[in-house]
Structure formats: structure tokens, C-alpha cells
DNA sequence: CAGGATCCGCCGCGATACTG
DNA sequence: CAGTATCGCGGCGGATCCTG
């Protein structure tokens, strides 16, 4: 890849991660380490060969590497990976702005990136653990006003769960509707707490 | 340019700013409006077709809007374009973390994006008016609490200069060097304000 | 079947020349 | 000074093939 050759930081890290698809990438890999089909089955249109020389660049970037866990390969985000996110945040947040009508035609939908848009919409004075659940997919929560940590996987150990159908979950994380007709077990306090900490009504 | 096609903030964004030299040219014009050839000067190694098509496309995207002031023509940010400060200024702080040998052979520098770093150290807590002048450039700094800003152009009422050689200024913003060789005039308290509000020594 | 590699075609982009 | 026109290359999209 041609780089700008300036000494600042934003033509650096554009040398980087300017690239297409690289973004979307390490925000796939923010909620968690995945194996090479997973990212590809989340990210429709970009193509095998791409995706590989993708990974290999960020692999020599030392964004990611590569982890075996359980047997299988996975990508990681390594800790300057994950030092992408407020920038992730900030450019996500700006591009949420140009989103009034709603999903255009031929918008795909992915709940991680609903949950994603939640890190930025978080204020950060309460904490605590809950898992959302939205039909067959789990997202384990913690929030504390130090650390933010959403991954999809099961939850374990936490003390209040969230539940709705994907459509509901949906309709709340991205447009905007009404915390209520999701299904609420465990800790109630601990799901005011999560509501609180996001501003919600 | 092909969309990304998802219903999410960072490819929309991306979509739009996602291009080659996108971000760089929003970056020059954080410093005030600039003329055509003023852009393409800043910008090494971006050729002018690319550039006509680059601010055609940011002008329909409403990033940027031509403006004629004495009898020039001028690109300026439009609201939404500042709105992109926050994502610049994260993204290249990841990107400055990267740069430690100092500038690698065939590296440009230029004050402005010294000058822009800034804005990402600014902690806030004063405010001022100063005037920077590094040789024959000239800039003017403008930092409160709730607005910070940033031009290069000759400054009017500034309560006071801050004065150095290229070169001085050039080791100040961008190697870290001491404050100390550079030449004060005016209202010393406004420099010690505008230090304390960068974190200076 | 997961995890890639290989080949082809197009268009975004770089370099240069040209115009009002 | 402020762009437009033309050409060529390489990054990227699409499809297929390989390998454990």
C-alpha cells in the first residue's frame, strides 16, 4: 500500500488502517476474538483473498494476531488493536448522524454493530454485569465507570439478563425504541443501573 | 466509490471519508479555509485531478462548501465537516504512537499538523489569545474552556506573541523539545495560561 | 468444511499534459 | 491559479481452485 510519507499521526495511522475494509474489521474483532469465517460471514462483500491479505497487514501492524483456543484459530485484537476504538467511536458517531431515513435498500443489519454504538452512548458512573440476549445470539455486558467491556459470547456469572426477540432488540439498539417489551430476569437493580448508565428513559 | 452497504455509523462514515486523501484534506482545512492551490501545496503526491474530484464529492457529501472572500475562491469546513475534529484528532493520536524514531527519510513535515496535535493535548481549564509566529508563518490560537481554535492567519488582538525560527518551533511541536528558546512578547500571563492549558512544563 | 491461494477484470488512483 | 483530459498501473471485487 502507498503511503503518505507525512510526519503526523493522522497520515500514519491512515497508512495503516486507511486501507478498505480495515476499520470494519477491527470493529468486528472489538467484540471479541473470531475465526476467519466469522469475519468473512460478517462482512458481505469483501472477498477471501482481500480478507487474508487484510489479516496478514494487521498482523505485521501488530493490530491483531492470531490465538488458538479450544483448537481453533481465532483472531485477536492486540492491545494497540483495541486502542483503535475511540477513533472507531468517533468516526461511528459522525457517520450515525447521516442515518435519519433509516436503513436505505440493500442495508444489511448486524446487531454487534448496534452494540458497538452503545460504547459511545455510554456515560460511564454505574456498573455492573448483564446479559443480553436477542433470540439465539448472547452479548455479555460490563460496565463500570473504568472499563467497558461488551463481547459476544455467553454470559457467565452475571447478574441480570435481558432478553427479546432479534426483532425487538433491533428496534431498540437501532431505532431508537422503547426499552420496555424486552423481558427482564435477576438483579433488577443491576439492569436500572445499565439503564441509567446509557441514558436510557 | 462502492458503499460498504451496512447499517451502521463507521461505514457510513467510511463511505463517505473513507476515500484516499478524504481525511488529509479535512485535516488541512481544520486550520481555516484554504484556497485550491493552497490544498494541493499542503498535500504532496495528491494530483490535481484527484483533488477536483475529492472536493466535488466532499461538497455533495456537505463536508466542505466554496465560498469567494476578496475576491477568492475558498473551501471551507461546513458544520458537519468540523464535526469530524473528534475522529481526526483519535485517529491520529493512535497514529502518533507510532511515530517514535522521529520522521523516517522522505517524511514531510509541516507545522499545521504539529499545530493540529495540539488540539488533542488541550486539557481546557484556561483561556486565551496568543499569536504563534514560526519565521515568516503565522498563527493564530484562540483556547477557552469551551472552544478551542485554531487558524493559520495573522492574528488581531491577540494579547500576546509567542515567537520562534522554523526550526525552533518545528523542534517544539513535534520532538517534544523545551518551550524555552522561543521569544515571549506581550501579556505574559496569557502564555503561562496557554502553557498550563497544554500540560507544558 | 474451515482456511486460505490463484487468476482475471475493472475502476480508483497516480503521473503528466493541456486549457480557460 | 484553478481546474480538465488522457493514459497506465495497481488495489480491489468476483469467482474458482487448492489443501489440511
Redesign the pocket.
Known sequence: ??R?QQYCGLAKALDVV?????LLIVRDLLLGPR????I?GSLP????????????EMEEAEILH?ITLHG????ALTARGRELEPAILALGGWGWKRMHGGPEEDDRLDLRWGILSMKRRYSGIESGHVCLVAGERRFDLRFSPDLLDFQERQSIDASAQIQGTLEQVRAWLFMGATFEPLEVQGDLSAVARFRSGFGLP
Do not use: S, V
Open positions: 500500500m502507498k503518505y486507511g486501507g478498505r475494509w480495515t475465526r476467519y469465517g466469522e468473512r462483500g469483501l472477498t477471501t483473498n482481500l480478507l487474508a491479505a487484510r489479516l496478514k492470531k481453533m484459530q481465532l483472531y
